[in-house]
T-cell receptor, first 111, second 116 residues
Framework: KQEVTQIPAALSVPEGENLVLNCSFTDSAIYNLQWFRQDPGKGLTSLLL?????REQTSGRLNASLDKSSGRSTLYIAASQPGDSATYLCAEQTGANNLFFGTGTRLTVIP | NAGVMQNPRHLVRRRGQEARLRCSPMKGHSHVYWYRQLPEEGLKFMVY????????ESGMPKERFSAEFPKEGPSILRIQQVVRGDSAAYFCASSRSGGRSNTEAFFGQGTRLTVV
């Protein structure tokens, strides 16, 4: 059964801290893994996409890694800011054409 | 280049009525996906369409739900005879291509359906 798990479910950090969000997946036949941000009552904003042949992707203060052998991906946020507060979702694309989502990590950055 | 456009943003329907949700993909995108997010749950895939074709509807409930993506115009997700359990946020995503091409999916703002 395909599962995507995100730990922790919620996280609070003081402004300026570096943090890591974790995502694990059970289906090793992964095509790509995508990280999204969702603000309350809003849609999803794509942050980073890592293809199966890649190990990591970087965009500004964000860095995402992919380890297919262990079925894990991490999203690293450097120097966190209150504006980073949101729910972060990881999603796996496998043989099917759709994305399989985790339940998210709700991040709060305290000023 | 406008992003994925969904309308309406909010929709209220009484039990038994029909709900029609519309999605216009990003320019140049011919692949559309519908997802549902129930309260306090993750997003779940419903259906994947290309122009005039349903490619994968494995996530669609067997009854009352249907989707189309005509040659002209937006993709439509249609829910007949809505029930309270249909209350959710419905998201549409589009991509330039599908399958193994590893293209990024872009999401709309969603339609929040409330059944009263």
């Amino acid at each position: 059964k395909q599962e995507v798990t995100q730990i922790p479910a919620a996280l609070s950090v003081p402004e300026g801290e570096n943090l890591v969000l974790n995502c694990s997946f059970t289906d090793s036949a992964i095509y790509n893994l995508q990280w999204f941000r969702q603000d309350p009552g809003k849609g999803l904003t794509s942050l980073l996409l890592i293809q199966s042949s890649q190990r990591e992707q970087t965009s500004g203060r964000l860095n995402a890694s992919l380890d297919k052998s262990s079925g894990r991906s991490t999203l690293y946020i450097a120097a966190s800011q209150p504006g980073d507060s949101a729910t972060y979702l990881c999603a796996e694309q496998t043989g099917a054409n759709n994305l399989f989502f985790g339940t998210g990590t709700r991040l709060t950055v305290i000023p | 280049n406008a992003g994925v456009m969904q309308n309406p943003r909010h929709l209220v329907r009484r039990r038994g009525q029909e709900a029609r949700l519309r999605c216009s993909p990003m320019k140049g995108h011919s692949h559309v996906y519908w997802y549902r997010q129930l309260p306090e749950e993750g997003l779940k895939f419903m259906v994947y369409l290309q122009k005039e074709n349903i490619i994968d509807e494995s996530g669609m409930p067997k009854e009352r739900f249907s989707a189309e993506f005509p040659k002209e115009g937006p993709s439509i997700l249609r829910i007949q005879q809505v029930v309270r359990g249909d209350s959710a946020a419905y998201f549409c995503a589009s991509s330039r291509s599908g399958g193994r091409s590893n293209t990024e999916a872009f999401f709309g703002q969603g339609t929040r359906l409330t059944v009263v």
